[in-house]
């Protein structure tokens, strides 16, 4: 039951506008690594019904949570007071065809807005492995895709509409309220509810696209030459006990769409086999590198140099399959970094000599691939002031990805994670903000944003006064140890085991505190989440198929 005091301020609070409130909402994240349940989750349809509701929460002291598709594995958008989603908010509002931009709503997802900007015959110029994302909350973390000739999906955000603490609606773009638009650009959630975003499309095309297995030395020795600039598009999966990699390259093609050939886990068999062989690895560790041989050799072939390939529209060529469940831990780091930080963590999960990494590897056996993706925004005016990425040239990202199979997480994740991101720290890396770093403090990230961080903060602390839009997460990362709290912040109060083998988050508000009973009473309710539809959600992706053996998911890796 919603208090009386809120019940009230409800019906006097803009009373003609609508107020569309859940009070039986689970939130989850899609690896369902974390679940908490909001006070009140909000799908709002109009900008008045936005409004509306952060005049509510600021009155009533309550904090807002903003949640896209709830794709980022951390406790980014866990709440148990207010969680606004956009999803009925997700409509085109305009197209410039002579400048190719697209103006949408915060919640439009990015599959949505590619397929609206390619029926004016345009495509989002980059997008990382999945399109299920909404526009918002991919820029707001800074969500990258893989190529040279792109920096962040941000990059491609001409202008931005955001919805302020006070219940206005302030517009920035480079040239107009430049400090706003550049804590807008990667807000982490912390500045306002983004309404509406401008972005610039390049023409719809096909990609042709060709991945081939490759010995790790290959790799290291074309790096410095054209591995990233043979073709527009290069991602690389690298396979640390079998020391190859697989390398993924396209470019633009004004050639007909020709599907790959079905590939192994892309069909029921092969998903299945790979998700089973990965749980009793959680046992019994040491059959790992034998797996990674197994499956990548299923999925690629067994020798070096066997290629496959497809043409495909851009729209949905660039995308991936991304299996199971999974902890993601990816950093940022000058690309120059590449080798050195692949041949010590090489070393490292190997167990030779010359990683300078000062935890014990022994028994310990990690997944694959560790991704390897790049990007360059150095060209990019103005800046976010949250940028992870090199401003000085091109910028690689390192991603070591663990599987949880079956919802269960793998032993070596701590001290595997603790390993990778000393060496990540030692490099100059920064982590991407979505994903699932475990040793990063206030102090590290002081170090690594320097006077970034602290205006973004002094935006932020402008146009948010009262903390509406700050969480646990954000006084963890982002804010100084002494600063006071303010009056609408959420703090953690617990996580506890959630009974699918993720984490129940509780928040509590500055404003509302729970008392000792309310705690007790909280901590030992069963949250178990109910969401049956994930697990088949994760794998039916738009170009699936239906296979002689199942549905077939992708091709390409
Ligand atoms: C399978 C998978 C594949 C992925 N692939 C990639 C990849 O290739 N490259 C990459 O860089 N990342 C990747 N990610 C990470 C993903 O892009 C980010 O986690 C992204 O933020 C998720 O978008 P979302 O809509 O789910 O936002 P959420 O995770 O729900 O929210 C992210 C942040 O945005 C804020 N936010 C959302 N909407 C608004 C709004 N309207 N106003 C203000 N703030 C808002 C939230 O408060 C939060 O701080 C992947 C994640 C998954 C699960």
């Not at 409004?51 to 980014?76: F, N, T, W, Y």
């Not at 706003?180 to 719809?204: Q, W």
């Not at 490759?214 to 600039?229: F, G, M, Y």
Request: with cysteine.
């Amino acid at each position: 039951m919603m208090d009386e005091k809120l019940q009230a301020d409800i019906r006097d609070v803009d009373p003609d506008v609508a107020f569309p409130a859940n009070q039986q909402h689970v939130h989850s994240t899609w690896a369902r690594t974390f679940h908490s349940r909001p006070e009140l989750y909000i799908q709002p349809e109009t900008t008045q019904e936005i409004q509306k509701i952060i005049k509510l929460a600021r009155r009533s002291r309550r904090r807002i949570v903003v949640v896209g598709c709830g794709h980022s594995p951390s406790d980014l958008t866990c709440s148990s007071s207010w969680m606004v989603n956009l999803d009925k908010y997700n409509r085109v509002l305009n197209v410039d065809h002579d400048r190719k931009r697209l103006t949408v709503q915060g919640g439009i997802r990015l599959r949505d807005l590619n397929l609206a900007a390619n029926s004016h015959g345009f495509t989002m110029p980059n997008l990382g492995s999945i399109h299920d994302q909404s526009i918002v909350g991919a820029i707001s973390t800074a969500t990258h895709g893989s190529t040279l000739k792109h920096g962040l999906m941000s990059d491609s955000v001409k202008s931005i509409r955001i919805a302020l603490s006070d219940g206005s609606i302030a517009s920035c773009s480079p040239d107009d309220n430049q400090d706003l638009f550049r804590a807008a650009l990667t807000s982490l959630g912390a500045l306002g509810i983004i309404t509406e975003v401008e972005f610039e499309m390049t023409d719809a095309t096909n990609i042709e696209w060709e991945q081939t297995l490759k010995p790790l030395d290959w790799v290291l020795s074309r790096w410095h030459k054209d591995l990233w600039t043979n073709k527009e598009f290069t991602r690389v999966w690298w396979l640390p006990y079998m020391k190859r990699a697989i390398v993924w390259s396209a470019s633009k093609t004004d050639k007909p769409e020709r599907p790959p050939v079905s590939s192994w886990y892309g069909g029921s068999v092969g998903f299945h086999t790979y998700h089973i062989l990965l749980w009793i690895s959680n046992y019994i560790p040491r059959i790992l590198p034998a797996i990674e041989w197994f499956v990548f050799g299923m999925q690629y072939g067994f020798s070096d140099n066997s290629v496959t390939s497809g043409i495909e529209p851009q729209r949905t060529g660039l995308l991936m399959n991304c299996l199971y469940s999974q902890f993601v831990n990816e950093w940022a780091l000058p690309l120059e970094k590449g080798p050195e930080a692949i041949t010590r963590m090489s070393a490292w999960i190997n167990g030779e000599e010359g990683s300078g990494i000062p935890f014990s590897n022994k028994g310990l056996y990690v997944h694959a691939p560790v991704e390897v993706r790049v990007s360059d925004t150095s060209r990019f005016q103005p800046r976010p002031w949250m940028d992870n990425t090199n401003p000085n040239g091109p910028t690689l990202y390192l991603n070591a990805t663990l599987y949880r199979p079956f919802l269960k997480d793998p032993p070596c994740h701590e001290r595997y994670y603790e390993a990778f991101e000393y060496l990540m720290k030692e490099l100059g890396g920064k982590p991407h903000w979505a994903k699932n770093f475990s040793t990063v403090t206030h102090d590290d990230l002081q170090n690594m944003f320097g006077d970034n961080l602290k205006s973004f903060l002094r935006v932020r602390n402008e146009v948010d006064p009262d903390g509406v839009f700050l969480g646990a997460w954000h006084r963890r990362y982002l804010l100084p140890a002494d600063t006071p709290r303010f009056a609408c912040e959420e703090k953690e109060l617990a996580r506890t085991k959630a009974a699918d083998g993720g984490k129940n988050w509780f928040g509590d508000l500055t404003s509302h505190p729970r008392t000792a009973d309310e705690k007790t009473a909280l901590l030992s309710t069963e949250q178990g989440p109910d969401h049956d539809d994930l697990e088949d959600a994760r794998r039916f992706r738009e170009t699936s198929a239906e296979s002689l053996f199942g549905t077939k998911v992708f091709d390409k890796m």
